[in-house]
């Protein structure tokens, strides 16, 4: 069991013809069930023809319909990749995965008031994952994203993280340690995205094959804080948790997310702080993330 995604999920590429968009789907293509997952490519201008085997369709909408894929995967250049997000939804897919770092924020809130007012409306809700993500896995089945998938292990650890590079230290440290994950998940670290901590951490709570989670945040925002009091009152299991960022300076933009705090609650120490108050066990130190998780199991 997997959340999400697994090994019979179906999956289309939006980008597949750049170059970005071809490594990354031949790597995903290569591991696991990858073969039989990823149905088809979107390019208007290449419908018909063919990559790594993939056929290409003019329409996500008639990728969908060919193929009966309800995911898909965007690796289009910023300025058209929020008008891509916005074509997955309008296809009625179940979820969309932007991998695209530095859409430009107007865009996104554009898109994300469409996706409200869409479900508002009564129309389907098509879950986001992104934009700036590394995608998501779910070890020895599928992987839909940036991530190596060799680091990966199946087990039963959630990995739930806004950085890229400390998802991949997460599951380095469990696969380590002879402990596997469930499925790992890169909500990534734009200001405006999709799936935040506090949907993910629903749904490892509600997971029979998760048994405990690691939850990795970065300064800036309500969200961490927010999963924190969620899992406080609703999540039946162990938690670790860690915030990037402890040595930021207030008010100085740190790193490629635009990461910024204003000196208040968003600050790691008070993330961490309201963690340990909600029962997660915190570290300040991310090499300890993988020895601490194995202690509360």
């Given at each position: 069991m997997s959340i999400l995604i697994n090994k019979n999920t179906k999956v289309i590429t939006q980008g597949i013809t750049g170059k970005t968009g071809q490594f990354h789907t031949e790597k995903c293509l290569?591991?696991?069930n990858g073969k039989n997952c990823f149905v088809a490519g979107v390019n208007p201008k290449k419908a018909g023809e063919k990559v790594f085997d993939i056929p290409i369709f003019a329409s996500v909408k008639q990728?969908?319909?060919e193929t009966g894929a309800t995911v898909s995967v965007i690796y289009v250049p910023?300025?058209?990749?929020?008008a891509a997000i916005w074509e997955a939804v309008e296809a009625d897919l179940d979820l969309v995965i932007c991998i695209t770092e530095g859409i430009p924020v107007r865009d996104m809130l554009e898109v994300r008031n469409k996706m409200k007012a869409r479900v508002a409306a009564g129309g389907k809700e098509t879950l986001l994952l992104g934009p700036n993500c590394p995608g998501l896995i779910t070890p020895d089945e599928i992987k839909i994203g940036i991530m190596p998938g060799h680091i990966h292990k199946k087990g039963r650890?959630?990995?739930?993280?806004?950085?890229?590079?400390?998802?991949?230290?997460?599951?380095?440290?469990?696969t380590d340690l002879g402990l596997g994950q469930s499925s790992a998940v890169g909500i990534g670290g734009d200001p405006i995205n999709g799936l935040k901590h506090i949907d993910i951490m629903r749904?490892?709570?509600?997971?029979?094959?998760?048994?405990a989670v690691i939850m990795i945040g970065e300064i800036g925002g309500p969200d961490e804080a927010e999963a924190?009091?969620?899992?406080?009152?609703?999540?039946?299991?162990p938690v670790v948790g860690f915030i990037a960022g402890v040595t930021a300076p207030a008010g100085?933009?740190?790193?490629?997310?635009?990461?910024?705090?204003?000196?208040?609650?968003?600050?790691?120490?008070?993330?961490?702080?309201?963690?340990?108050?909600?029962?997660?066990t915190v570290t300040r130190n991310p090499a300890e993330m993988g020895k601490l998780l194995?202690?509360?199991l």
């Open positions: 290569e591991y696991a990728a969908a319909a910023p300025p058209g990749a929020a650890i959630g990995v739930v993280s806004r950085s890229g590079t400390l998802t991949y230290e997460a599951v380095g440290q469990l749904l490892f709570n509600a997971d029979p094959d998760t048994d924190a009091v969620w899992c406080k009152a609703n999540m039946k299991k100085k933009r740190m790193g490629h997310a635009g990461a910024l705090i204003s000196g208040g609650a968003d600050t790691a120490e008070a993330k961490l702080a309201i963690m340990e108050e909600c029962g997660f194995k202690s509360v």
